[in-house]
């Protein structure tokens, strides 16, 4: 078997004492958590390496591209050995992580500064609200914009002039050890490793990639790193050379070279983010200074979250069409369609039908009782940036000819109802307790600041100045304003016909739709345009609470997603993506699909998936029911049709 097979280091090298190159199989592993070090390595596998921690804490920094502010565990420490040769003015390097836990086990850093005594500039500014650092090293073209976190005791946390006396102190603690590069009092050696690799350090390839200390002028620093071993480089320019070759052709303008090694390093290590994966070096090439800064900033979601599955968003209407080459490939790889797709919208039910009747959609005659059921569909204004570009102002002004839409739908006897926002001033403004409870009902959305993958997108942003939501009488219409897309317009129904929801629906849509002056962003091959491409093509998400205790008796909606899965269909927890199942097995049964895939057809669909998860769930039996005659271990949800393809692929096809 030659060297590096199977993700394996090759053999260590007798006659050097550094370990041997990584193969490109290996570096995926490495580039998230360095293995331990060769038996020949400096010291012994066991090395560790120290070196001196300055400082260390919390802080929010704010992004290159997207202008919001995150979160982050910064480390301030002295230069390791190993790391900046060609820069023998660094002393120091400041580290920024995700998470503390990304740094006490040794994983890469978000990003690395490295700093100089002699060329590092510190000063204390404000950017919009917040007071912050502002640092500069060697002359680069970009800031560090660096707002330190406060330590405030519990008693005094709604104290005003507590936390601004604790911002001081760590503006002034910070500033202090970024000029002097003095040890503070009580901090010490630590432990600064990555499991007995070489210390985690700026690649050769990136210094390559810049050329002499002369030539980086003006160059910012912030990088992504990885660990390898010395050595490795040659190994990983002759396996990664068609990667690399690709990135160099954008790398013409150092202001982009930073981000273009990142996403060059992602796609390597997380190769299932749909957006990273789609990004061509060579089509970013091509295209204009303001083309490529739009790019950025549509997959900088995706570059800030690498485990996100889709890893970007539109930023304007136009973007689906602007940048197609690359929207193509996004949308062909999440929907399952070709690059040539093209989408068609279409509400009526007569014509999924037969005879031209539309199809009868009563839950009742598979034997449930009546659900809560919602269907919703996402939309933007023709003529406003889509909610990651938008202003402050942008924000406020689409809130503000909303609610003259809305008002068209409060003065119609079968809607009526209010507006509720959530901008500090607004006439409709309402107060917290009134926010929360109309969260617990599941009629708000929730804090959208907390959502980090909108944060990077920028959607986040100005929270909660132009948010709000219209709710009718009947609280059966629900109209979110400046979420995800402008619009999320929301029908709910408990009972069984299935089209009640979809049909009043429709007709909210038709009557906002009607008012003059407010267009839909349609794109004229993708139907309807929304910020998330998951929901472009009729932006519609149907969706049923079933109960599902069988399927879920392990607590999991895994084995009921194994079966709806294939048939096109999402199973979530109560409370959304990401949640838990509620009780007695309760799960939210939605129609992934979006594009290619007419509203009507996908409303059909779903009522078809439904029939098959309500049989299934009644035939399996209890979790500890039956037992695999090979394993002699219990079998969780077994269905007793041996011909049911789902459980045969679920279970392991066992005969019976």
């Known amino acids: 078997m030659p060297p590096g097979a199977d993700g394996e280091q090759a053999p260590a090298d007798p006659t050097t004492d550094i370990p041997a190159p990584i193969s490109k199989s290996a570096l995926k592993k490495t580039a998230v958590l360095a293995p331990p070090a060769p038996a020949n390595h400096p010291g012994g596998a066991a090395t560790r390496f120290d070196c001196t921690v300055l400082k260390k804490g919390w802080g929010f920094k704010e992004g290159s591209f997207v202008k919001s502010w995150r979160k982050r565990w910064f480390i301030l420490r002295e230069k390791m050995q190993r790391e900046f040769k060609s820069m023998p003015d660094i002393s120091h390097v400041l580290l920024y992580f995700q998470t503390m836990e990304q740094a006490a086990n040794g994983l890469i850093p978000t990003g690395a500064i490295p700093l100089s005594s002699k060329n590092t500039n510190v000063e204390v500014t404000t950017r919009g609200n917040r007071k912050c650092l502002a640092i500069t090293t060697n002359g680069v073209k970009r800031v560090l914009y660096l707002q330190p976190c406060g330590k405030v005791k519990k008693e005094s946390m709604q104290d005003p002039e507590a936390k601004e006396a604790s911002m001081e102190e760590a503006l002034g603690e910070w500033t202090q050890v970024l000029t002097t590069f003095e040890v503070p009092s009580g901090f010490g050696r630590l432990r600064m490793d990555t499991l007995g690799q070489p210390p985690v350090r700026v690649s050769q390839l990136i210094e390559d990639e810049y050329g002499s200390e002369d030539e980086r002028e003006?160059?910012?620093?912030?990088?992504?790193?990885?660990?390898?071993?010395d050595g490795g480089e040659e190994n990983l320019q002759q396996n990664t050379e068609p990667l690399r070759a690709n990135l160099v052709i954008g790398l013409e303008n150092d202001q982009f070279k930073d981000v273009l090694q990142k996403v060059f390093l992602l796609k390597q290590t997380h190769p299932k983010n749909i957006g990273i994966g789609a990004f061509d070096s060579a089509y970013f090439s091509t295209l204009s200074t303001d083309d490529k800064l739009s790019l950025l900033?549509?997959?900088?979601?995706?570059?800030?979250?690498?485990?996100?599955?889709?890893?970007?968003?539109?930023?304007?209407?136009?973007?689906?069409?602007?940048?197609?080459?690359?929207?193509?490939?996004?949308?062909?790889?999440?929907?399952?369609?070709?690059?040539?797709a093209k989408h068609v919208n279409n509400w009526d039910l007569s014509s999924v039908g037969t005879d031209g009747a539309p199809p009868v959609l009563d839950l009742s005659l598979l034997g449930l009782p009546p659900l809560s059921?919602?269907?919703?569909?996402?939309?933007?204004?023709?003529?406003?940036?889509?909610?990651?570009a938008m202003s402050k102002a942008d924000r406020v002004a689409l809130e503000a000819r909303m609610c003259e839409?809305?008002?068209?739908?409060?003065?119609?006897?079968?809607?009526?109802?209010?507006?509720?926002?959530?901008?500090?001033?607004?006439?409709?403004?309402?107060?917290?307790?009134?926010?929360?409870?109309?969260?617990?009902?599941?009629?708000?959305?929730?804090?959208?600041?907390?959502?980090?993958?909108?944060?990077?997108?920028?959607?986040?942003?100005?929270?909660?100045?132009?948010?709000?939501?219209?709710?009718?009488?009947?609280?059966?219409?629900?109209?979110?304003?400046?979420?995800?897309?402008?619009?999320?317009?929301?029908?709910?129904?408990?009972?069984?016909?299935l089209s009640a929801a979809f049909d009043r629906l429709r007709a909210a849509l038709d009557v906002l739709g009607g008012i003059d002056g407010l267009a839909f962003a349609m794109s004229p091959d993708y139907g309807v345009v929304t910020s998330c491409p998951t929901n472009v093509g009729s932006g519609m998400r149907a969706s049923v609470l079933l109960p599902l205790p069988r399927l879920t008796a392990d607590g999991t909606d895994t084995a009921a997603r194994a079966i709806a899965t294939p048939l096109g269909l999402s199973v979530r927890g109560v409370g959304g993506a990401r949640s838990?199942?509620?009780?007695?097995?309760?799960?939210?049964?939605?129609?992934?699909?979006?594009l290619c895939v007419t509203e009507a057809h996908a409303l059909v669909r779903l009522y078809d998936g439904l029939k098959l998860l309500k049989r299934h769930d009644t035939s399996a039996a209890p979790q500890t029911a039956s037992v695999d005659p090979a394993s002699g271990s219990p079998l969780a949800n077994r269905c007793p049709d041996v011909h049911c393809i789902y459980c045969k692929k679920r279970l392991g096809a066992v005969q019976l």
């Open 218 to 229: 003006g160059v910012s620093y912030e990088f992504a790193s990885e660990s390898l071993a």
């Open 297 to 340: 900033q549509i997959i900088n979601s995706g570059i800030e979250n690498p485990s996100s599955t889709m890893g970007c968003y539109a930023m304007q209407p136009s973007d689906y069409d602007r940048f197609r080459p690359f929207f193509a490939k996004v949308l062909a790889a999440y929907h399952g369609v070709g690059e040539d």
């Open 373 to 388: 059921m919602r269907v919703r569909v996402g939309r933007n204004l023709h003529g406003y940036p889509l909610p990651g």
């Open 405 to 497: 839409a809305l008002a068209v739908l409060q003065g119609m006897e079968e809607y009526g109802g209010r507006y509720h926002s959530l901008t500090p001033g607004h006439a409709a403004a309402i107060d917290d307790a009134t926010y929360a409870a109309l969260v617990d009902e599941h009629i708000m959305f929730k804090n959208m600041a907390d959502d980090p993958y909108l944060v990077a997108a920028g959607i986040a942003a100005d929270w909660p100045h132009g948010r709000g939501c219209y709710v009718s009488e009947d609280r059966s219409v629900v109209v979110w304003v400046g979420e995800e897309d402008h619009l999320r317009v929301i029908s709910m129904h408990t009972g069984t016909v």
């Open 580 to 594: 838990r199942v509620g009780a007695d097995g309760m799960c939210d049964v939605s129609l992934s699909a979006r």
